[in-house]
């Protein structure tokens, strides 16, 4: 058996078209166009792609892009200010501050002080408990894209057995909700996990999103199942002094088992970005009080 292989650059592709698509009936409702805001602090050299991409694609969108660029060592209340600029600022719906953030800031201090209506990464723990109580609010946008992908791979996810592999605040956590939601029995594994080949093994959907290159392995996952890799691992490459992406799934073993499998690049990476753009829109239609048909994207 060799897996589908789940295409996420194609789907992130076709996401964003969708936003930009909505994006001139809001700016004529709203007479402006929806803004997001990114602050990156330091110079992080994947943080620095990711933030112009961010750019690259609001723009595309026809939205506002407001970059904020602060050197490494910008103090936690010189990020609070701007924070809490952005904040008071009307022409700002969606709000991020690119995470790692540098030693000396105090990174749930920062999210704190982000409006949660502003919050477009789903990270303050306003919408943190509104995601775990069933309530209207922002979602992280990597986990709401993986449900995005399994919900177009298996149609209605109820009573599947999910196993998230990995239990951070970005991914993990915020992706066991999502998968109760949609009324999956959810297993959330981790480092400490005894037995974890055998809890894999059991499960439907299989969500790896724990940092570690290739560790899961093709005798770890049920034939047929689907599996979800959100690992970004850059590790040494074939030819000496270059490097390449390597999932938290070693695919080229689970490949030959799953059913369906998304690959390291271009699977979940992509998503990311695209339901950032998604979730500024919504932010923008619910702050300027223009309605939103939560089923349109
Ligand atoms: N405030 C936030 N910080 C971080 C987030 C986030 O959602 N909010 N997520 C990651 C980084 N990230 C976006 O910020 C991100 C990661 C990966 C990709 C992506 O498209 N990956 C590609 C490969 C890219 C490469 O070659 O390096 C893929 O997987 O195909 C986009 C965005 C941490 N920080
Ligand atoms: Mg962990």
Redesign the pocket.
């Known amino acids: 058996m060799t897996a589908d292989i789940i295409d996420g ?1 194609a789907f992130a592709a076709n996401l964003r078209a969708k936003v930009a698509a909505m994006v001139p009936a809001f700016r004529e409702k709203a007479g402006r166009a929806p803004g997001l805001a990114v602050v990156l602090v330091g110079e992080d050299p ?2 620095q ?2 933030v112009r ?1 961010k750019h690259k694609t609001t723009v595309e969108a026809g939205m506002e892009s407001f970059e904020h660029r602060l050197p490494a060592d910008t103090t936690q209340d010189a990020l609070t200010a701007l924070v809490e600029q952005l904040n008071a600022d009307p022409a700002v719906d969606g709000i ?4 790692p953030l540098p030693k000396q800031i105090d990174e749930s201090a920062v999210l704190a002080t982000i409006d949660p209506d502003k919050d477009v ?1 789903g ?1 303050h723990v306003v919408n943190v408990g509104r995601l775990s109580t069933g309530m209207h609010g922002y979602v ?3 986990p709401l894209g993986c449900v995005m992908l399994l919900k177009d791979r298996l149609g209605d996810l109820s009573g599947k057995d999910a196993v998230v592999i990995g239990r951070s605040n ?1 991914v993990g956590k915020p992706m066991a909700q999502l998968l109760l939601a949609e009324n999956c029995t959810v297993t959330v594994a981790h480092s400490r996990t005894a037995h974890l080949p055998e809890v894999v093994r059991r499960a439907d959907i299989v969500v790896a999103a724990v940092g570690r290159p290739e560790m899961v392995k093709a005798d770890w996952i049920k034939p047929g199942a689907t599996v979800i890799d959100v690992g ?1 691992n850059r590790v040494p490459g074939a030819e000496p002094g270059k490097t390449k ?1 390597v999932g938290d799934v070693d695919f080229a073993e689970a490949v030959e088992v799953a059913g369906a499998i998304t690959p ?7 998503m ?2 695209a339901v ?1 753009l998604r979730n500024t829109l919504v932010a923008a239609h619910r702050l300027a009080d223009v309605p939103y048909d939560e089923k349109a994207i």
Do not use: E
């Open positions: 650059k994947a943080s792609v990711y991409n991020l501050v690119q995470l990464d990270f992280p946008c990597t970005i970004i992406l390291v690049p271009g699977g979940v990476g992509p990311t970005i950032l």
